[in-house]
Antibody, heavy 118, light 113 residues
Framework: EVQLVESGGGLVQPGGSLRLSCAGS????????MTWVRQAPGKGLEWVAS????????YYMDSVKGRFTISRDNAKSSLFLQMNSLRVEDTAVYYC???????????WGQGTLVTVSS | DIVMTQSPDSLAVSLGERATINCKSS????????????LAWYQQKPGQPPKLLIY???TRESGVPDRFSGSGSGTDFTLTITSLQAEDVAVYYC?????????FGQGTRLEIK
């Protein structure tokens, strides 16, 4: 069974940093792209970033470029999102998703809540 | 960026009746080299992550009941739920994976009338 478990969320002040992690199991992690998607409270889904299986291709939404860094450790079946210079508008549940070669995200974690507030 | 627009924003349908949700993309998501539409549908219930229902516009994900179907091509797509069940109450999102940035529709809230 595919499992994705996010961690690292919490309350942080504007301008602060957080590092999210996503542990994958039940599949060969190194064979898949991985994606972060977020959802602000009561709002819709917003794609944040995606990384190719070997890390050779990375894409970000415009509003997080230069502030967020997606990375992965295939040996540990783990995905990361380093978030710096956090803003109030980054407040959301952050989901990691397994993404196939065609960019279909077919399995999602339960999410981790990031709250940016003073 | 490809903008995805769903209609309606909310929908109330009686149990056993048909629900139809539309999705329009600002540009075609049909890739001519393989004739595939890079369009998916997700279902999200309260407090849960999104669940993949349909991909390639009309391919049902494994385990998804056959009352869910997707149709359309190019820029106009439809998710149809025949014979609505109580457990289908959720928010439904269309999603294009044709190009980065990947984008989602704003969501359609489906309720029981």
């Amino acid at each position: 069974e595919v499992q994705l478990v996010e961690s690292g969320g919490g309350l942080v002040q504007p301008g602060g940093s957080l590092r999210l992690s996503c542990a994958g199991s039940g599949f060969i992690f190194s064979r898949y792209w991985m994606t972060w998607v977020r959802q602000a409270p009561g709002k819709g889904l917003e794609w944040v970033a995606s990384i190719k299986k070997d890390g050779s291709e990375i894409y970000y939404m415009d509003s997080v470029k230069g502030r967020f860094t997606i990375s992965r450790d295939n040996a540990k079946s783990s995905l990361f999102l380093q978030m710096n210079s956090l803003r109030v508008e980054d407040t959301a549940v952050y989901y990691c998703a397994r993404t196939d070669i065609d960019k279909i995200s077919d399995n999602w974690g339960q999410g981790t809540l990031v709250t940016v507030s003073s | 960026d490809i903008v995805m627009t769903q209609s309606p924003d909310s929908l109330a349908v009686s149990l056993g009746e048909r629900a139809t949700i539309n999705c329009k993309s600002s540009q075609s998501v049909l890739y001519s080299s393989n004739n595939k539409n890079y369009l998916a549908w997700y279902q999200q219930k309260p407090g849960q992550p999104p669940k993949l229902l349909i991909y390639w516009a009309s391919t049902r994900e494994s385990g998804v009941p056959d009352r869910f179907s997707g149709s359309g091509s190019g820029t106009d797509f439809t998710l149809t739920i025949t014979s609505l069940q109580a457990e289908d109450v959720a928010v439904y999102y269309c999603h294009q994976y044709y190009s980065f940035p990947i984008t989602f529709g704003q969501g359609t809230r489906l309720e029981i009338k």
